[in-house]
């Protein structure tokens, strides 16, 4: 039985615009005007555009600001719940954010969060914008030349089919001015995992292996999460299953993490859904989870991504 035969009975329960635009993109079928009008209509569309401000970004980029109390308290946390809502580029929203992060880039306007003191954060800034854009695609140079440095250092790291931390570290001082290895722009890191997982078509299909293969088994932090690959479903649920949706990019992620994904499956109940309650923290399609239904509606949409073919 396919793991998405379970979108025919979410239909049937006449989910809300989101859910039905998303079960769409999920099958690859085409979306007309009407439908997508609805969706971006809807709750959590209309959110992300209330707060959305006039230079296209949502305030503090990638570091929140403790005094300010706000539904998106960064850009990047924005990025997240647009991309996983399945918003692309041509529409008010995507296209004003991605002008954003293209000036950025660009250094057409000043970086809002300020820079902090340590050697790696300013190497880091631009690698902060970049993957967050990576998700739309990009023509713009900046952000080519970004995606082009990190590539270098990751065909150098991996030049033997194996990370060599001293070639990371040496690589990464003639082109960043320091050494990446254990640190929060390691190369396990979601920033690089996030750019290289939407950049996957420029990168061979042997290197991306053996990436995937190093993230999986080092026994490493995933930098920015609590999660560590090689305990697989034993890490946070709703950390892994934030590694997994950037994993899922890679065309070899199926096939890497294949044991926790058949692990995932099993734990479906009866009727096919995912149902882990409210602790698993995941983006809402519904407008509400008063309804389990909708709850796990809304969870078994999300997981569904997993499973989906590049």
């Not at 999920?26 to 707060?51: G, H, P, R, T």
């Not at 001293?166 to 990446?180: F, P, T």
């Not at 890191?189 to 939407?198: G, K, M, Q, R, T």
Request: proline residues 2%.
């Amino acid at each position: 039985m396919s793991v998405f035969q379970v979108l025919d009975r979410i239909l049937e329960l006449s989910p809300c615009a989101a859910v039905q635009y998303r079960i769409k993109t999920i099958l690859k079928q085409e979306v007309d005007s009407e439908m997508f009008n609805a969706f971006y209509s809807s709750k959590w569309v209309e959110l992300l555009k209330a707060n959305q401000l006039d230079d296209g970004g949502f305030g503090r980029f990638h570091s929140r600001d403790s005094k300010k109390k706000q539904k998106f308290p960064t850009t990047e946390m924005a990025v997240d719940s647009i991309r996983l809502l399945g918003i692309t580029r041509g529409n008010p929203l995507a296209d004003k954010l991605c002008d954003y992060m293209e000036k950025l880039l660009k250094r057409e306007i000043e970086w809002p969060d300020g820079f902090e003191k340590n050697k790696w954060y300013r190497p880091a800034q631009p690698l902060f914008v970049a993957s967050k854009l990576s998700g739309f695609g990009s023509d713009c140079m900046a952000y080519w030349d970004v995606f082009n440095c990190w590539h270098a250092i990751l065909k150098e790291a991996f030049a033997d089919g194996e990370y060599n931390k001293d070639r990371a570290n040496r690589i990464s001082g003639e082109l960043l001015g320091c050494d990446i290895d254990g640190r929060y722009i390691g190369l396990n890191s979601v920033y690089p995992i996030e750019l290289f997982a939407n950049m996957q078509a420029e990168i061979s299909d042997e290197l991306k292996q053996s990436y995937l293969k190093w993230l999986h088994h080092n026994g490493k932090l995933i930098q920015y999460t609590g999660v560590v690959l090689n305990r697989g479903l034993n890490n946070s649920l709703s950390g892994v299953y934030r590694v997994y949706s950037l994993l899922s990019g890679f065309s070899c992620f199926k096939i890497e993490f294949m044991e926790e994904l058949n692990q995932l499956l099993d734990r479906r109940n009866q009727d096919g859904f995912w149902s882990f309650g409210k602790g698993f923290d995941c983006q809402r399609l519904s407008d509400d989870w008063k309804s389990q239904i909708r709850m796990d509606i809304d969870q078994t949409i999300m997981l569904l991504l997993l499973y989906v073919d590049n």
